[in-house]
């Protein structure tokens, strides 16, 4: 089970930091994903960590401002948002995959989704 935690209300150019917690599987030969959606549109990969070794693999749209970081003894991944902007809104999801690097964008790679937790980037 993933649970994302962390979401909220935040002004433009504010930050906030997204939490996804795993219980009841380990994560070894896994990585987590961060996606979003917003309302109209299709779910957007934004990065990705392996868990074993901790690599990463941003999309350029966000590389820069969020930054992914995991903490093994927790089996909990983080997501830091910084200068977040309106466009940022969306419902934000972890998720976890044992597909390749050149497929970690594809949501359909992915196993098992946390719930979606909200971010709303006021103007």
């Known amino acids: 089970q993933l649970q994302a935690s962390g979401g909220g209300l935040v002004q433009a150019g504010g930050s906030l930091r997204l939490s996804c917690t795993a219980s009841?599987?380990?994560?070894?030969?896994?990585?987590v994903g961060w996606f979003r959606q917003a309302p109209g549109k299709e779910r957007e990969w934004l990065v990705s960590?392996?868990?074993?070794?901790?690599?990463?693999y941003y999309a350029g749209s966000v590389k820069g401002r969020f930054t992914v970081s995991r903490n093994v003894a927790a089996n909990t991944v983080y997501l830091q948002m910084n200068s977040l902007k309106p466009e940022d809104t969306a419902v934000y999801y972890c998720?976890?995959?044992?597909?390749?690097?050149?497929?970690?964008?594809?949501?359909?790679?992915?196993?098992?989704w946390g719930q979606g937790t909200l971010v709303t980037v006021s103007s």
């Open positions: 960590i392996r868990w074993s070794g901790g690599g990463t």
């Open positions: 009841g599987r380990p994560l070894s030969n896994y990585a």
């Open positions: 998720a976890i995959t044992r597909t390749i690097v050149s497929n970690m964008h594809n949501p359909h790679a992915y196993d098992y």
